[in-house]
């Protein structure tokens, strides 16, 4: 298994949108409606934050949406605001109960 | 609430044994795929290997296979990752996680710093 393509940082001033991509092959992405996004503060555990492409677990604010097309995945952060700094993984199931992490993108508001 | 707890990590020479636990409470264990999850530092998220409910079925990453297992006790409502021979590379954060259908990750412990070094 090779990791996801993620970049490895991206920036937004406050209230404005950010997008982060996250691209693989037709064996993991592009093959499975299964992509999550977790957040991760410093020195903090990740929390998921989208799951199965574009849903969101109960309390996560719906500034945060997914999207997929073929092999890319996206996360969108709408009205940055401070406490969304943080690094951002994505994942994806790879088959046969396994599944792969892209490398993360650290997310800076301005 | 769900809590998941590790234990178990510190620092290990190289090739030698270490042995970390999970315990869970917050939802009914033995209903639930249980994976292990690590960070080495200044990196990102590294999926290590799952464990179905009952314990029958079992996964790992290439670069662990042969070398980590992982076990349940649902009656103690734990998780184990049993690491040998272990690498400077297997340095990192592990994290106890619980699995879903589909892949993701809901609920993560605090995670245990593992150090393999001389």
């Known amino acids: 298994q090779s990791a996801l393509t993620q970049p490895p940082s991206a920036s937004g001033s406050p209230g404005q949108s950010v997008t982060i991509s996250c691209t693989g092959t037709s064996s993991d992405v592009g093959g499975y409606n299964y992509v999550s996004w977790y957040q991760q503060h410093p020195g903090k555990a990740p929390k998921l934050i989208i799951y199965e492409v574009n849903k969101r677990p109960s309390g996560v604010p719906d500034r945060f949406s997914g999207s997929k097309s073929g092999n890319t995945a996206s996360l969108t952060v709408s009205g940055l605001q401070a406490e969304d700094e943080a690094d951002y993984h994505c994942n994806s199931y790879a088959g046969s109960h396994t599944v792969v992490f892209g490398g993360g993108t650290k997310l800076t508001v301005l | 609430e769900v809590q998941l707890v590790e234990s178990g990590g510190g620092l290990v020479q190289p090739g030698g044994p270490l042995r970390l636990s999970c315990a869970a409470s917050?939802?009914?264990?033995?209903?639930?795929?249980m994976s292990w999850v690590r960070q080495a530092p200044g990196k990102g998220l590294e999926w290590v290997a799952n464990?179905?409910?009952?314990?029958?079925?079992?996964y790992f990453a290439g670069s662990v296979e042969g070398r980590f297992t992982i076990s349940r006790d649902n009656a103690e409502n734990s998780l184990f990752l049993q690491m040998n021979s272990l690498r400077a590379e297997d340095t990192a954060v592990y994290y106890c996680v619980r699995f879903r259908p589909g892949g993701y990750l809901d609920y993560w412990g605090q995670g245990i710093r593992v150090t393999v070094s001389s």
């Open positions: 917050g939802f009914t264990f033995n209903l639930y795929w």
């Open positions: 464990i179905k409910e009952d314990g029958s079925q079992k």
